[in-house]
């Protein structure tokens, strides 16, 4: 391991080429070399051990080993259940928005660049970078990012909670999909990420809201009965009771629970125009739903509602595995088994209804505003 980069012992990397606010930045590029950012960023090789101080045991699954806020694992399945994840919303609501093509155009005055905060497994950023081969694109993660990857991508192994400002005005798309529970922050994220973008550069945040909807979308409440639209009675699901569980552990963490008011805070934001903060909201089922003829009478499509929830199902099972590293921070292991158990069993009979929430928020910023602009995150 080259003797410039160590692991403090709050778990984030540092380089002696940190600069600004930054403890660390290392990049992966497509050759497989560690790019480290700095005034003047140095090429070196990603070795067996960079990768192996990237990870740490947890509960029996493997997780990142620099941030103690974002608690998922970082192993295979979560890889797996990723990939699938961004396969399901690709078949569900096509690959990318009308207005990406029109940001990402070519131009023969500049390279167009895109960058993916938290990318995971890479599915996103890889899809971008093979539909628009003549861009830059950057993936951001704690953990290296899967390869391989397309040639004009690069990634980047590091915490986004110790800022960006190594990636000011350089992006005409910034990215950010499900990392909220990893951000302590998320106000002074989108700051942050409104600052990263070129003038009229597109920001698409999307995250879940970890509740689960009734059929008629009123969520259900945290603890205690319930009812159906149809007026059945019907226990609070296990399910809800896991994700009250996973939100709490995601506070304790230090992470934000940001799905509800991230439109209005990029609505705020001075570089975004309000009125053109576009707010879109989907909701699937965790299952296909047993009871069909609620369905129907409730006026849904069951067949279609039932195919999405088939393709979703898997990946909630595979969630729950890996979720349930986040709630033993702080629950023994037998409380998680009372709740874990059931949520899985509930799953495959799926006798109640239960409806996921995704919530995206699209915002262009001004053509004229400078990142001087002085307002309560200028730090
Ligand atoms: C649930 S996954 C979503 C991955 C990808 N965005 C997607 O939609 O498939 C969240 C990812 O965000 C990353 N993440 C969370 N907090 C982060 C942070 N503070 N800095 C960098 N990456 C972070 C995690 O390591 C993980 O890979």
């Known amino acids: 391991m080259s003797p410039d980069i160590s692991i403090s012992d709050s778990g984030s990397v540092n380089t002696r080429f940190s600069y600004e606010t930054r403890s660390a930045v290392m990049s992966i590029s497509d050759d497989n070399s560690l790019v480290m950012a700095s005034p003047a960023p140095s ?3 990603v070795t067996e051990s960079i990768r192996q101080q990237s990870y740490r045991v947890e509960h029996g699954r493997i997780v990142n080993n620099y941030s103690d806020v974002y608690g998922l694992p970082a192993d295979e399945e979560e890889t797996y259940r990723l990939n699938e994840q961004h396969q399901f919303f690709t078949h569900m609501f096509g690959p990318f928005p009308q207005i990406l093509y029109e940001i990402l155009a070519p131009d023969s005055s500049t390279q167009k660049a895109v960058i ?17 081969p003549h861009c830059r694109a950057v993936g951001v993660d704690l953990a290296p990012i899967p390869g391989p990857s397309p040639p004009n991508f690069t990634g980047e192994i590091d915490d986004i909670n110790l800022g ?29 990420m409104a600052k990263c ?38 226990d609070t699901p296990f399910l809800c009771h896991w994700f009250n569980a996973l939100n709490r552990a995601i506070e304790s963490r230090g992470g934000s629970l940001a799905a509800e008011y991230m439109y209005d805070w990029a609505k705020n934001h001075p570089f975004f125009d309000g009125a053109e903060v576009a707010h879109q909201e989907m909701y699937f089922p965790f299952g296909p739903y047993s009871l069909t003829q609620e369905l129907i009478s409730l006026g849904y499509d069951a067949i279609k509602l039932n195919r999405v929830g088939e393709m979703v199902r898997n990946d909630v099972h ?59 995150w200028n730090h």
């Open 197 to 234: 973008l070129r003038p009229n550069g597109l920001l698409i945040l999307c995250e879940f809201d970890f509740k689960i909807y009734r059929l008629d979308r009123v969520p259900y409440p945290p603890w205690g009965p319930s009812y159906t639209p149809n007026g059945q009675y019907i």
């Open 116 to 132: 993916d905060l938290g990318c995971g497994s890479g599915a996103w950023i890889y899809d971008v970078a093979r539909a628009f």
């Open 164 to 192: 960006l400002q190594h990636h000011y005005s350089q992006f005409d798309v910034v990215h950010t999909r499900f990392v909220a529970q990893g951000i302590q922050d998320y106000e002074s994220y989108i700051d942050h």
């Open 318 to 376: 595979s969630f729950l595995r890996g979720g349930r590293v986040m709630l033993l921070s702080n629950m023994s292991e037998g409380e998680v088994d009372l709740l874990e158990n059931p949520a899985h069993i509930e799953l495959e009979n799926m006798q109640f209804p239960g409806l996921a929430r995704v919530i995206t928020v699209y915002a262009r910023r001004k053509a004229n505003v400078e990142n001087t602009l002085v307002h309560k």
């Open 43 to 45: 090429i070196y090789s």
